[in-house]
């Protein structure tokens, strides 16, 4: 009788079958990853500059990039991979379980070269190289991790450029049966783009990374909305804040090698008889006029006076104009500086007589309590200016704000997020729903 001897490698393959068997069919554990630390590393280097922090909660709504699959196994939907980033071109990652899957381990590498993963001699990848790593207790059932990574190009031409980033990024994910799987993020079957989801080897490993220049750092653009009822009289508006509607774009770009800041203002709506200027105060005396007449932007051939206030069947041209400012300007969830409006009750701003200026309440009490611009009716004090933190349905002429957003309260009972309860759209002007014959 022949006597069989297993050499040291077949008795580790051995090993890690009875292995495999034991854990049952839900584990489909991967042979490379199990031994991977036995195995010899030529690990390559870590780009350099690339700093990664964990994010669990991000206090503003980072600008998405894309949504890749989260897949567990070989096949089976884990969850997703977001992309965001935000206006340093600071790259988010986003790790989100579904199906009744946890996070026990998450693995990022995120660079500019599939050549800087780093992976063993076979180009497996060897996740416990790759620089970002968290654990998590099972117990916690962890469903979202966010990790940032840090834009290594903040001040040079590449800062916004369009340089093709890589993303390779390993979960180990355990559901109610206990069963653990390791998960690899790849594009989904349904996706169109440019993007391509490529595995490291042909067999062995269903490790996959993500690369492609549509995953290149591109600046958001945030939208603000500020609206005014222009009367600082008791008992004198109509409280339908479409007096003026104006909404601001703003994004960063890199011009002639510096990187400024772009600020887009839309003029899209008036509802007055009155005439205004808008304008804006960037601090230490920087003022900037966009228009000297809401009425010269806004011609009103709505019976005159009216200019997307009355029909929205019949959408008017709205106006816009852009400026460039230095990068210095800091914002997030809070516009770089203070809109304000300069209006003329004669109707023209070429007579000035018994002008004002107005601001917007909820900015000015920010920087200075008791500074926003208000008025009254009856015993209730209302703000002249409106500032939502996002494009904006107004009200429809003469239909008080509170008809179509009913948390619209007086600033004594003042609820900072009224603009998300649209509670009657037909009481806005909205081309896009409105019944139109």
């Known amino acids: ?29 991967q042979v490379d990853e199990v031994l991977d630390d036995v195995l010899n590393s030529s690990s390559r280097s870590i780009p350099e500059g690339w700093s990664y922090s964990s994010a669990r909660t991000i206090d503003f709504e980072p600008c998405a990039a894309g949504t890749f699959c989260l897949v567990a196994g070989q096949h089976i939907d884990a969850g997703t991979l977001d992309a965001a980033y935000d206006n340093d071109g600071n790259f988010y990652i986003t790790y989100n379980t579904s199906n009744g899957w946890y996070l026990t381990e998450v693995h990022l590498f995120v660079g500019h070269s599939a050549e800087d993963i780093p992976t063993n001699i076979n180009n497996h990848p060897k996740i416990g190289h790759f620089p970002y790593k968290m654990t998590f207790d099972a117990g916690d059932m962890t469903t979202s991790h966010t990790v940032m990574i840090e834009n290594p190009h903040i001040g040079t031409e590449n800062q916004y450029g369009c340089i093709s980033l890589v993303i390779a990024a390993h979960a180990v994910v355990v559901n109610d049966a206990e069963c653990e799987e390791t998960a690899w993020a790849r594009l989904c079957d349904d996706y169109e783009g440019d993007l391509t989801s490529q595995r490291f080897v042909e067999e062995g490993t269903w490790a996959t990374y993500i690369s492609g220049t549509s995953l290149c750092i591109q600046p958001c653009e945030v939208d603000f909305s500020f609206a005014w009822e222009d009367i600082n009289v008791e008992d004198g508006n109509d409280g339908d804040y479409n007096d003026l509607v104006v909404q601001t774009i703003i994004w960063k770009e890199v011009i002639d090698d510096d990187t400024k800041t772009q600020i887009k203002f839309i003029a899209k709506a008036r509802g007055a008889g009155y005439d205004h200027a808008f304008w804006i105060d960037l601090g230490g005396g920087d003022t ?80 200075t309590p008791g500074s926003g611009d208000t008025y009254v009716i009856g015993e209730l004090t209302y703000p002249n200016g409106v500032f939502i933190p996002a494009d904006w349905l107004w009200p429809l002429e003469y239909t008080t704000i509170s008809l179509s957003y009913e948390n619209f309260m007086d600033i004594d009972n003042w609820d900072d997020e009224w603009y998300n309860n649209l509670s009657d759209g037909t009481k806005v002007w909205d081309p896009e729903n409105a019944v139109c014959e």
């Open 288 to 367: 900037r006029t966009i228009f000297e007449s809401s009425k010269a932007v806004l011609t009103g051939t709505e019976g005159g006076f009216a200019h997307n206030t009355l029909n929205p069947c019949n959408p008017l041209p709205f106006a816009e104009f852009t400026i460039t400012v230095d990068d210095d300007l800091v914002y997030t969830d809070m516009p770089p500086f203070m809109p304000m409006i300069t209006v003329y009750p004669s109707g023209t701003y070429l007579d000035p007589t018994g002008k004002y200026d107005l601001n917007i309440w909820e900015l000015a009490e920010a920087m």
């Open 1 to 29: 009788m022949k006597t069989v001897k297993f050499g040291h490698r077949a008795l580790n393959s051995l090993m890690l079958f009875v292995f495999l068997i034991f854990m049952g069919a839900c584990s489909e554990t």
